[in-house]
RNA sequence: GGGGCCGUAGUGCAGUUUGGUUUAACACGUCGGCCUGUCAAGCCGAAGAUCGCGGGUUCAAAUCCCGUCGGCCCCGCCA
């Protein structure tokens, strides 16, 4: 304990009573009678009421009352004094320490406080600008305190599970290359080298497969991810995984990693309950289709269906030709009691800058269509068909919508979702884990006419479509697995492509030049022919994580010190500009921004 | 790159739709006073706001318009 405090605030009850005490903390509230003042010292473990008279003729003490009633909210103080029982009619049975009181002889004020941007002992809403320049104080907050408590708690867990399955911790350069594909890098530029540049690592992906080679076995870190990418409210610039790698396994080896992750987090850190064990298995093909995401929230139902003979050679050309074409698909959902909505909240389904572009809406009343922009191609016995299809009630809305694929099913999830939260539908004690697998290996980007990988080019595909690889890329699916739960994508992994021959054919599919992959990723195809066992790993998000067990939305919500959306530091201020001299030693001159680009 | 919401004392907010009876309200905090068992203590009083910033419309702008800055949220982006 040192010499400064003998105590933990919180931890004193009534079996104190008579021991001296010396306690260190913060003024958490004061409460004047008089002659009578009441303190409540507050430190990481909770709150204590020091209890200070006035009158020396009642034990009083005219010098530590001078000094008691000077302090002030957050002032840091040391209090030096013996633990008395309260009388029975004072006692607080709402507080921990609520059956004592302490009775000073020393008050001694460490630092005093100015008047605060916000409450810290009554949990009010701060604007978030407030918030995350004052985190420091936030912090002193039990709410925040308590996560940032737990997400230490969380880390020891899974660093204990990790060791004790094996795997060893090792740290990767954070100071590394910029490699093609993937996300923007934050870059680094080199003195000694002008015109050269570290990359921040987006992952360790490449190091920790350089670690199996390296003949590590079984290889797990905290790691810091860095993407120079637009923030959301569950994506921060910056973000920590749980990343491990592991040799000659399966992707069974891999899932059996993560259940014990997921089921051991879940189990000691939430009080939700799982919704199905063993954790299920989707295709991300199935949860494409059923679900309209590759991160399907299962709390809630609202399944979509095939729709496709329904619209079958109706008059609407568009359905017709989605309900037709192999690459396109007609699929949709009802909605319970929607029917009866207004105009205003049916447009609000249908906007192309949520992402919902080409959702159409029948609105149904008494089981007879009461509106909708399909109705010209509802004729005959098709809106029968539709009902029949969705499984619609009498006063149900029906979600329709047809087109490409991937961006039809794409918005469709979308409004899923949004239906899922409209109609309370979502059970928020549940923590509905799924392992989503048989991604595909590719896919086609229309804008550079290229194939692109689905997660990365590192994946190794199933055995069995190594050979599609030759004849219908688009085809081949991979050993990728994906954690996902309550709709976020928690984790993503696979086994990896180990022989250099594999790695430059599908480097080749991506248009890397055998000169470019050379050239960029020279480091790892030397390495792979020197020997490389089969290995595989993933990465779950620590962050991601801890907020599906907490139940909120908001990544900055677990994280001591969080960006805003603007990926700024409104705490330190960054970033910000720099000393020329620095420039000039990194041998970089900064041009103004440029118009309209 | 595109779209939506928000910005009013230290803090959180009312007022903005319909410009003028508003001296910009309320709560917490701050300051002063009262109070011997409170625990979100209570009671009385006071101070504290060029309504984010700039421009415009108007006899008159917190309120309407344009621009800009900041925060939040979505699409794109995020292997």
Redesign the pocket.
């Known amino acids: 304990m040192g010499t400064w405090r003998t105590h933990f605030i919180g931890e004193l009850r009534s079996t104190h009573v008579g021991q001296q005490v010396r306690l260190c903390g913060w003024v958490n509230?004061t409460?004047?009678?008089?002659?009578?003042l009441?303190v409540l010292v507050r430190d990481r473990t909770g709150v204590a009421?020091v209890?200070i008279q006035q009158?020396r003729d009642?034990g009083g003490d005219s010098r530590l009352w001078a000094t008691a009633v000077e302090l002030?909210?957050e002032f840091c103080v040391r209090v030096t004094g013996t633990v008395a029982l309260?009388?029975d009619?004072?006692?607080?049975p709402?507080?921990p320490t609520?059956d004592i009181?302490v009775t000073p002889v020393e008050i001694e004020i460490l630092n005093d406080c100015p008047?605060?941007?916000?409450?810290i002992h009554?949990e009010?809403?701060?604007?978030?600008?407030?918030a995350l320049k004052y985190r420091y104080l936030q912090m002193r907050r039990p709410s925040l305190a308590r996560v940032i408590r737990l997400r230490h708690e969380l880390v020891l867990c899974l660093r204990n599970l990790m060791s004790g399955m094996g795997f060893i911790e090792i740290e990767t350069p954070l100071l590394t290359r910029s490699t093609p594909?993937?996300?923007r890098d934050f870059l680094v530029p080199s003195r000694v080298y002008p015109g050269r540049f570290f990359a921040l690592p987006?992952?360790p992906?490449q190091y920790k497969e350089l670690l199996m080679i390296g003949g590590v076995d079984r290889y797990f870190q905290f790691a810091r991810c860095l993407?120079d990418?637009?923030?959301?409210?569950?994506?921060q610039a910056e973000h920590t995984q749980l990343d491990f790698e592991m040799s000659f396994v399966d992707r069974e080896d891999i899932i059996e990693v993560l259940e014990a992750i997921y089921g051991g987090a879940a189990e000691r850190f939430s009080s939700k309950r799982l919704q199905r064990i063993p954790i299920p298995r989707m295709s991300y093909h199935e949860a494409m289709h059923r679900f309209g995401s590759d991160k399907p929230d299962l709390r809630f139902e609202l399944e979509l269906v095939d729709l496709s003979p329904v619209f079958t050679g109706c008059s609407s050309p568009s359905l017709a030709k989605a309900a037709a074409a192999p690459d396109e698909v007609v699929r949709g959902f009802a909605v319970p009691g929607g029917g009866g909505w207004s105009r205003k909240e049916l447009d609000a389904l249908v906007d192309p800058?949520?992402?919902t572009g080409g959702i159409a809406w029948v609105a149904l009343k008494e089981g007879a269509l009461r509106s909708s922009p399909l109705k010209s191609a509802l004729d005959g016995d098709r809106l029968d068909a539709l009902r029949r299809a969705t499984s619609a009630g009498p006063d149900d809305l029906i979600i329709v919508a047809g087109g490409l694929r991937r961006k039809t099913l794409?918005s469709l999830g979308?409004v899923r979702v949004a239906m899922g939260r409209k109609l309370r539908l979502i059970d928020e004690d549940v923590l509905a884990f799924a392992f989503i697998i048989d991604f595909p290996m590719f896919e086609w980007n229309a804008d550079e006419g290229r194939l692109?990988?689905?997660?990365?080019?590192f994946v190794l595909p199933k055995t069995e479509h190594i050979p599609l690889l030759d004849t219908a890329p688009l085809e081949v699916l991979t050993t990728q697995v994906d954690a996902v739960c309550n709709g976020y994508e928690l984790c993503s992994g696979s086994l990896r492509i180990y022989t250099p021959a594999l790695q430059k054919k599908v480097m080749g599919l991506i248009g890397i030049t055998d000169e470019d992959a050379q050239r960029k990723f020279g480091h790892l195809l030397t390495a792979l022919r020197f020997g490389a066992p089969p290995h595989g790993g993933a990465a779950p998000g620590l962050d991601r994580l801890l907020m599906v067990l907490l139940g909120t939305d908001?990544m900055s919500d677990v994280v001591a010190f969080p960006k805003?959306?603007?990926g700024?530091d409104?705490l330190m201020d960054a970033p910000a500009e720099v000393d020329p001299a620095q420039l000039a030693d990194l041998h970089l001159r900064v041009e103004p921004p440029r118009e309209g680009?």
């Open positions: 509230t409460r004047e009678h008089g002659d009578l009441f009421q209890r009158s009642a002030g909210l309260r009388p009619d004072a006692r607080n709402d507080m609520g009181e008047p605060l941007p916000f409450p009554r009010t809403e701060i604007s978030e600008t407030t594909e993937g996300a987006q992952s992906q993407r990418e637009d923030a959301r409210a569950d994506r800058a949520t992402g794409e979308r692109e990988p689905v997660h990365h080019m908001r805003t959306y603007s700024r409104l680009v």
